[in-house]
């Protein structure tokens, strides 16, 4: 052979070295590290996440397997026009936090509440519940901020170009749809994502783990002490009864009733991001006079003295429904889109990039 000939079959020896190596040092990183965003999740409630990291403007999908998360697509995405965290109305940055979709708005409905302008949010949007609690308590004001679609492409290539939204193309948005559920679905958004140790990783989620058991454990058996202990004393609020020591004295008078109640919980998801936890769960109660089951969310910071404790709780039938029970394995489907198309939805003009399909990766 000649010398050409015996050079090309060591660039090929070469190559494939090199990308047995790249396979090989990322099964070894998927396998020692973890995201620090997601703690824990469930086949149920949290099936699938979306991790939204602002520095890189990529939207990561994971999905829950064998109680862990694993990568499975990447999208590009941009943000808000301005770099940093949302804190007001109007400031163009795309707020960091932990959110769950609350509502759909299809491309028909959005240009029947904005006409002509609606164009711009592409095949359909989906709202994010901002301002959340912790927004609330840090004094944020705004609203609006949807994961949505566009109609001119090419402004997902500048990266910031929002008006504080994510924006998605749009068969990518039809793509992640399959995976959302409305009052379920829960998305990470933060500047960088962190990868732990699986060491460092389990030490984190064991912390939060065991603020919720001690919780749990104080409601059962009605130790008012303890249970009060769970709770951050100054920055706790409650939509009803406003701050902690209206809360502590009305669950004082609840615990003083006659019986105990039976409580038990499933389905647990525990999220982080920057200062703040988020433990999501089915809570079952069952007492002399109520009977009901509905998810719980538990918002948590750490006090002065690095515990963690509850500062709000939300409790809500929403996205609950009878036919999908926690049994009941979840399956994608095009439930949010008459057609996989854009451009059979759309009804106007639409700049698709060529590329749009690049950019997405099946881990």
Known sequence: MTQSVWKQLDNMKATKTLFALILSTTLFAQAKFLPANILQSDNYLSHHILVAEKSTHKLYLYETQSDEPRLIKTFQIATGKKAGNKIFQGDHRTPEGIYHFSEFLPHKSLLERHGKAGEIYGVGAFVMNYPNPIDRLKGKTGGGIWLHSTNDETRIDKGLDSRGCLVAHNK???????????NKTLI???HDVKYLKRETWQRNKNSLTK?????LEAWQTENFESYKEQ??????????????KNYMNYKRAVFSNPGTPEISIENVSILKNNDYAVITFIQNYNSNTITDTGKKTLYLMKDLYYNWKIVAEEWTKSGLEKEHGPSVAFKPRLKFFESSNP???????????DDSSEGVSNN
């Open 172 to 182: 990518h948005l039809i793509d992640l749809s399959q995976y959302i559920e409305l």
């Open 188 to 190: 990470v958004v933060t």
């Open 211 to 215: 603020t919720l058991n001690k919780w």
């Open 231 to 244: 709770y951050h004393t100054s920055k706790f609020r409650d939509y009803r009864h406003k701050n902690y």
């Open 343 to 353: 451009k059979e939805i759309f009804t106007s003009q639409l700049n698709l990039k």
